[in-house]
C-alpha cells in the first residue's frame, strides 16, 4: 500500500513540476509586446473574417509565421486590403523575413514603407504581385538579404534605370504583367546570382540586351509579350544553367541559332509568334523537352532529328507532366510567307512510335505524307490542314488505330478516299475538306459510332450518301457541300446539332421528308442544287434551326413563315413567293356628306334592325365561346407536362409568392413563348398571376447524358446552385421535374444574347465602353465560380450563352450543365459536352477533358469577338487561329481590331491593344500559359 502511496506522491510531484515548466514556456512563446500591438493595429485595418484575430498569440493567426518568439512572415493574400498604412505597419516589425500582400487593392506604396522595410535585415520575400499599383517602379535602397521581389501584374509603367541597383542579393524578380516601357533593363542588382527573371506582358522595346551577361546564373528568362526586336544574342550560349527560355510574341527576327543546340540543361524554349526566318537548325531537340515555333517565318527542310524520340515532350496539356512515353510536337503556320522544301525525312518519322500528338498544319509543306507515317501507331491526332501536300491519302492511316483527330483539309490531295479508314473506330473529327478528291463516300467511314464531326466539303466526291450514314449516332456536324453528290438524300441521324450542309451539289426532286426528324439541328445549307416543290411546312417545326439555307433550286410555292431567331435565305427561287403578311384591318371610310332627312331615316332604321341582330348573335357567340374555352382549356390541362416534382430554390420573398408553376407549365406549352435557343435549352416567357414573368428554361433531354440518376439527386445539385449569389451569374430559383424534363426558373430582364448584339444587331450599339463592361462582367462571373470550394465549370461558354440584361450588364448562363450532364452516359462522342466550334479548347482533341483552363481559353474567345467584332469562326476559320496568325505580321495588331470602334479616339485605341493582348494570354495553345481567372479580372481592370 504504502508503495502505491509513494507512486501517487511522485506523479503528483512530477505533474507540479511540468505544469510549473511548461506555463511560463507557454507564456515566453508570445511575441514582443510591440510585435503584438503592431499585428493588432494591422488587424483593424482588415474587414476580411477569414483572418482570425480572437487568440490572443497572433502566432496562432492564419497568415502568421513565428519562428521562436518573433513574427517573421505575414501573409495577407486575397483579403481585399485596400489601405496602404498597412505596409508601413509591416516593416515595422523588425524580425520580418518574408511579407506577401498579393492579389488585395493596394493602390500604392507610403512614403517611408521602403524605407522601412530596406531597414529589415532580414528580409527575403517580398511579394505586392495582383494589386493596383501604379507610377513608376519605385527605388530600393537597403534590403541587404532581399532574394525574391515579386510586382507582377499590377500598372507600374515608366522605365526601369538605376532603381534596383541597391539589390545586393536578388535571386528571384518578377515584374510580369505591368506596363514598362523602354529597354529590357539590365540593372538588375548586384546580385551576379540571380537566378529567375519574368519580364513578360509589359511593352519593352528593342534588342535583347548584351548586359544581361553580368547575370550568367539565370535558370529562368521570359521576355515573352514584348516589343523586342533584332535576334537572339549570341552571348545567351554563356548562360550554362539556363532552363526556361520564353520569347513567345514579340518581334524578333533572324535565324534560331544553333548554340541553343549545345545547351545541355535547357529543357523549354519558345519563341512562337514571331518573325525567325531560315531554317530550323539540327539537333535543337537533342536536350529540349517542350519546344514552341509556331506562327514564325522559318523555312527550309525540318531537319531529321527533330523528331528523335527521346526527350521532346511538346504538349500543349502537359508541360510540366512530362510523361516519358509520350511525344508532342507542334510547328503550326511556321511559314505564312515562304514554305518548306521538304517536309520530313520519311526514316525518321517512322521511328517515333510513341507519338501522340502531330499538328503542322498553316505551313506550305510539299510531297506526298510519309508511308513511314503508319508506324507512329500511338497517334491521337495528326493535322496537316492547310498545306502543300498532295498525292493519293495513304492506305496506311488504317493503321493508326488510336486516332481520334485527323485534319487535312486545305491540301491538293487526290485520288479516292481510302476505305481503311473505316477501321479507325476511336476517330470523332474527319476532316478532308478543300482537296481534290474523287470516288465515292466510303459507308464504313459513316459507320463509326464517335464519328461527330465529319467534312468531306470541296472536293470532286460523286455517286450517293451512303444510307449507313443514319448509323452515325454520334454525329453533330456533316459537312458535304461543293462535292458533285446527287440521288436520293437518305435518313440522317438525329443526332446533327450544328449543321448539315448538302450545297453545291446534284440534289433534285423535293426536299425529303426525312429531314423532319433532325429536331436538333441548327443549321441547314441546301443552297445550289436542283430541289424542286413546295418548302415543306416540317422545316418550321424544327425548333432549333437558327439558319435556313434554300437558294439557287426550283422550289416554287410560297415560302412558310418562320419564327423570329430562324435566318431564311431563298433568293435564287424563281417561282418561290415570300410568305404572306399578317392580315391588318383596312381602316373604315365614313362619308362625310350630308344625306337628307328621309334617306337618314332610313339609315337609322336599317341600323337599328342590324343592331338588334348583332347583339342577338354577340350573345349566341359568347355563350358558345365560353363552353368552347372551358372545354379547350380542360384539354389543355389534360395535356400540359405532368409535374413530378416542384421545388422553390431562392429565399426571395418575392419570388416565392409570384412563381406559379401550374402558369409556367401552360407557357411552355406555347410555342409562341419561345425566346430563345442554345445547344441543349429551350427559353420560354412565362407570365405569373402577380404579372411578374420570368424565363424557364427546358433542358432538351434528348440524350442520356442528362439523366442523372433518382429526381432527388438532380434537386440536391440545383438546391446548391441555388444558394451561389452574384449578379453576373444566371441563379435558378425553381425547379420543375417531369417523366421527359426538367424546367428551370430564372428572373426574366434579358434584351437578348451577345451573340445577336455583335452579329445581328445593325445598329452598332455596343461600343467600346459597353463591350469592355461586358468583358469585364464576364470575367467576374467566370472567376466567381471557379472560385467556389468545388469549381463550376462551363461545358459551352460562348456569346451565344451570356445573355445582357442592358448593354453593360451580361449574364453567364447554362451554369447547370455541369452538374446535370453525366458524359460517361452519353450515346454519342464526348465532343457534344465539350462547347461550341471554335470555343472548344485545342488539347480536348486528346483530353477530352473540360477545365478550367479550357473555359479561359473560351473567355479568350470571346474577348477576341468583342475586339475584332468577327464571330468565333468565319469563313471555315477560328478567330483564335486568325488572330495568332494576323498578330504574328509586322504592325498587324491595329488592323486585328475593330476598326469602328479602335479609330474613335486614340485612349479606346490604347485599351483595345492592352485586351488584346490579356486575349492572346487566354487563347495560348499552352494551358499552363493560360492565365486564372480572378487574374484576368485583374488585367482588365489593370488595362483602363
Not at 331615316?601 to 368552347?628: E, H, K, N, P, Q
Not at 468583342?866 to 495588331?893: F, I, R
Amino acid at each position: 500500500m504504502s508503495r502505491y502511496a509513494h507512486m501517487a506522491f511522485s506523479s503528483s510531484f512530477f505533474f507540479i513540476i511540468f505544469i510549473s515548466f511548461i506555463i511560463p514556456l507557454a507564456f515566453s512563446q508570445l511575441p514582443p509586446q510591440n510585435q503584438i500591438d503592431i499585428i493588432k493595429t494591422i488587424s483593424k485595418n482588415i474587414s476580411s473574417s477569414s483572418w482570425n484575430t480572437t487568440d490572443q498569440n497572433p502566432c496562432s493567426w492564419k497568415g502568421v509565421k513565428c519562428t521562436g518568439n518573433s513574427i517573421t512572415g505575414i501573409f495577407l493574400s486575397k483579403l481585399g486590403i485596400s489601405s496602404t498604412g498597412i505596409l508601413t505597419d509591416l516593416c515595422k516589425i523588425d524580425s520580418l523575413e518574408s511579407v506577401d500582400v498579393s492579389n488585395n487593392q493596394i493602390s500604392g506604396t507610403p512614403d517611408g514603407f521602403l524605407n522601412d522595410c530596406g531597414k529589415l535585415k532580414g528580409l527575403k520575400v517580398l511579394n505586392i504581385s495582383m494589386n493596383r499599383l501604379t507610377g513608376p517602379l519605385p527605388t530600393f535602397s537597403g534590403f541587404p538579404v532581399l532574394e525574391s521581389l515579386v510586382l507582377s501584374y499590377n500598372s507600374l509603367s515608366g522605365v526601369i534605370d538605376f532603381q534596383l541597383d541597391g539589390l545586393v542579393a536578388l535571386k528571384n524578380l518578377d515584374l510580369s504583367k505591368n506596363s514598362f516601357r523602354g529597354s529590357v533593363p539590365t540593372r538588375l542588382g548586384k546580385n551576379p546570382g540571380l537566378q529567375q527573371l519574368q519580364l513578360s506582358n509589359n511593352n519593352f522595346s528593342g534588342s535583347i540586351p548584351v548586359n544581361l551577361m553580368n547575370y550568367t546564373n539565370l535558370i529562368l528568362l521570359d521576355l515573352s509579350v514584348n516589343k523586342l526586336s533584332g535576334s537572339i544574342p549570341t552571348t545567351l550560349e554563356n548562360f550554362a544553367n539556363l532552363q526556361t527560355l520564353i520569347l513567345s510574341s514579340n518581334n524578333l527576327d533572324g535565324e534560331i541559332p544553333q548554340f541553343l543546340s549545345r545547351m545541355p540543361n535547357l529543357s523549354r524554349f519558345s519563341a512562337n509568334l514571331n518573325r525567325f526566318n531560315g531554317a530550323i537548325p539540327p539537333g535543337l531537340t537533342q536536350y529540349l523537352k517542350i519546344l514552341d515555333l509556331s506562327y514564325n517565318r522559318l523555312a527550309g527542310l525540318i531537319p531529321v532529328d527533330l523528331l528523335s524520340p527521346p526527350n521532346l515532350q511538346f504538349d500543349e496539356q502537359s508541360i510540366g507532366r512530362g510523361d516519358p512515353n509520350k511525344y508532342f510536337l507542334k510547328l503550326a503556320s511556321t511559314a505564312p510567307e515562304q514554305e518548306f522544301a521538304q517536309w520530313v525525312d520519311p526514316s525518321s518519322i517512322g521511328k517515333l512510335p510513341d507519338l501522340t500528338y502531330l499538328e503542322l498544319d498553316g505551313n506550305k509543306l510539299t510531297g506526298n505524307i510519309p508511308l513511314e507515317l503508319e508506324n507512329c501507331v500511338k497517334l491521337t491526332l495528326l493535322n496537316l490542314a492547310s498545306n502543300l501536300l498532295q498525292g493519293p491519302l495513304p492506305k496506311g492511316l488504317g493503321k493508326l488505330l488510336q486516332l481520334v483527330v485527323l485534319k487535312l483539309s486545305g491540301n491538293k490531295f487526290t485520288g479516292e478516299i481510302p476505305s481503311e479508314i473505316s477501321r479507325l473506330t476511336s476517330l470523332s473529327t474527319i476532316d478532308l475538306s478543300s482537296n481534290s478528291l474523287t470516288g465515292n463516300i466510303p459507308s464504313g467511314i459513316t459507320s463509326l459510332g464517335r464519328l461527330s464531326i465529319l467534312n468531306l466539303g470541296g472536293n470532286y466526291l460523286n455517286g450517293s450518301i451512303p444510307a449507313s450514314i443514319n448509323s452515325s449516332i454520334s454525329l453533330l456536324e456533316l459537312q458535304l457541300g461543293r462535292n458533285m453528290l446527287g440521288g436520293d438524300i437518305p435518313r440522317m441521324p438525329r443526332s446533327l446539332q450544328i449543321a448539315l450542309n448538302l450545297s453545291n451539289n446534284h440534289f433534285s426532286g423535293p426536299i425529303p421528308s426525312t429531314l423532319s426528324s433532325l429536331t436538333s439541328l441548327e443549321v441547314l445549307d441546301l443552297s445550289n442544287n436542283q430541289f424542286t416543290g413546295e418548302v415543306p411546312a416540317f422545316l418550321v417545326q424544327l425548333e432549333s434551326l437558327t439558319r435556313l439555307l434554300l437558294s439557287n433550286n426550283n422550289l416554287s410555292g410560297t415560302l412558310p413563315r418562320f419564327d423570329t431567331w430562324t435566318t431564311v435565305e431563298s433568293d435564287g427561287n424563281n417561282d418561290l413567293k415570300a410568305p404572306t403578311p399578317n392580315p391588318s384591318p383596312s381602316p373604315t371610310i365614313v362619308s362625310r356628306r350630308k344625306r337628307s332627312p328621309a334617306i337618314l331615316v332610313t339609315i337609322v332604321a336599317v341600323v337599328g334592325a342590324v343592331l338588334a341582330v348583332v347583339i342577338v348573335a354577340v350573345v349566341l357567340i359568347v355563350s358558345r365561346r365560353f363552353y368552347r374555352v372551358d372545354d379547350e382549356n380542360q384539354g389543355l390541362e389534360e395535356n400540359l407536362p405532368q409535374v413530378i416534382d416542384g421545388h422553390l430554390i431562392t429565399t426571395d420573398s418575392i419570388h416565392k409568392s409570384s412563381i406559379d408553376f401550374t402558369r409556367a407549365m401552360e407557357a411552355v406549352s406555347y410555342p409562341l413563348n419561345v425566346i430563345m435557343k442554345s445547344r441543349f435549352s429551350t427559353y420560354y416567357k412565362a407570365l405569373m398571376p402577380s404579372g411578374m414573368s420570368y424565363c424557364v428554361k427546358k433542358l432538351n433531354w434528348s440524350d442520356k447524358i442528362f439523366q442523372l440518376g433518382s429526381h432527388e439527386k438532380f434537386g440536391q445539385e440545383l438546391q446548391i446552385l441555388g444558394r451561389l449569389n452574384n449578379s453576373r451569374v444566371m441563379i435558378p430559383l425553381a425547379y420543375v421535374l417531369t417523366a421527359d424534363n426538367a424546367y428551370l426558373f430564372y428572373e426574366h430582364a434579358h434584351m437578348g444574347t451577345l451573340f445577336d448584339f455583335l452579329h445581328k444587331s445593325s445598329d452598332h450599339s455596343l461600343d467600346w465602353t459597353c463591350r469592355y463592361s461586358i468583358a469585364l462582367g464576364v470575367a467576374q462571373g467566370l472567376s466567381f465560380l471557379h472560385g467556389c470550394s468545388d469549381p463550376i465549370l462551363l461545358l459551352d461558354l460562348s456569346t451565344k450563352t451570356i445573355l445582357l440584361k442592358s448593354l453593360t450588364e451580361p449574364q453567364i448562363a447554362d451554369i447547370e450543365l455541369c452538374k446535370v450532364i453525366d458524359p460517361s452516359k452519353s450515346t454519342g462522342s464526348l465532343s457534344t459536352v465539350a462547347g461550341s466550334v471554335g470555343y472548344i479548347h485545342p488539347e480536348y482533341a486528346y483530353t477530352m477533358r473540360v477545365t478550367t483552363a479550357g473555359n479561359v481559353y473560351s473567355f479568350g474567345v470571346v474577348l477576341l469577338e468583342l475586339l475584332t467584332g468577327k464571330p468565333a469562326v468565319s469563313a471555315g476559320t477560328e478567330l483564335a487561329k486568325w488572330v495568332s496568325s494576323k498578330s504574328a505580321q509586322e504592325d498587324a495588331w491595329e488592323q486585328i481590331l475593330d476598326s469602328s470602334l479602335s479609330n474613335t479616339s486614340v485612349p479606346v485605341r490604347s485599351q483595345m491593344l492592352s485586351v488584346l493582348k490579356i486575349a492572346q494570354v487566354c487563347v495560348s495553345v499552352s494551358p499552363e500559359a493560360r492565365p486564372k481567372m480572378k487574374n484576368v479580372v485583374r488585367m482588365l481592370l489593370n488595362a483602363r
